[in-house]
Nanobody, 127 residues
Framework: EVQLVESGGGLVQAGGSLRLSCAASGFAFGDYAIGWFRQAPGKEREGVSCISNGDNKTSYADSVKERFATSIDNAKSTAYLQMNNLKPEDTAVYYC????????????????????WGKGALVIVSS
């Protein structure tokens, strides 16, 4: 069974940091790109970051560049999203997703490119 499980969400004050984890199982993790997405209350889901496996090419949405960093640990089949200098507008449910094409474009990831999805982790940033 394919699974992606996000963890590490929670409540943090503005300016703080959180690290989200995405634990994968049931598929060849090393052959997939991992994307992070978020959905704020009342808004559509948007792409946050992408990392391709092997060459570790990354891309980010403009709104999180210089503040967020994504990485992968193939030995643990886990991807990470380090979020620094968090702002209230970063409040959202964060999802990780896996792309069998193992490709990240220069811009933020697009939902239709991804095959498997986690159920999300809630991040709340208080002002």
């Amino acid at each position: 069974e394919v699974q992606l499980v996000e963890s590490g969400g929670g409540l943090v004050q503005a300016g703080g940091s959180l690290r989200l984890s995405c634990a994968a199982s049931g598929f060849a993790f090393g052959d997939y790109a991992i994307g992070w997405f978020r959905q704020a209350p009342g808004k559509e889901r948007e792409g946050v970051s992408c990392i391709s496996n092997g060459d570790n090419k990354t891309s980010y949405a403009d709104s999180v560049k210089e503040r967020f960093a994504t990485s992968i640990d193939n030995a643990k089949s886990t991807a990470y999203l380090q979020m620094n200098n968090l702002k209230p507008e970063d409040t959202a449910v964060y999802y990780c997703a896996a792309d069998s094409l193992n490709y990240c474009s220069s811009g933020p990831p697009l939902e239709y490119e991804f095959d498997f999805w986690g159920k999300g982790a809630l991040v709340i940033v208080s002002s």
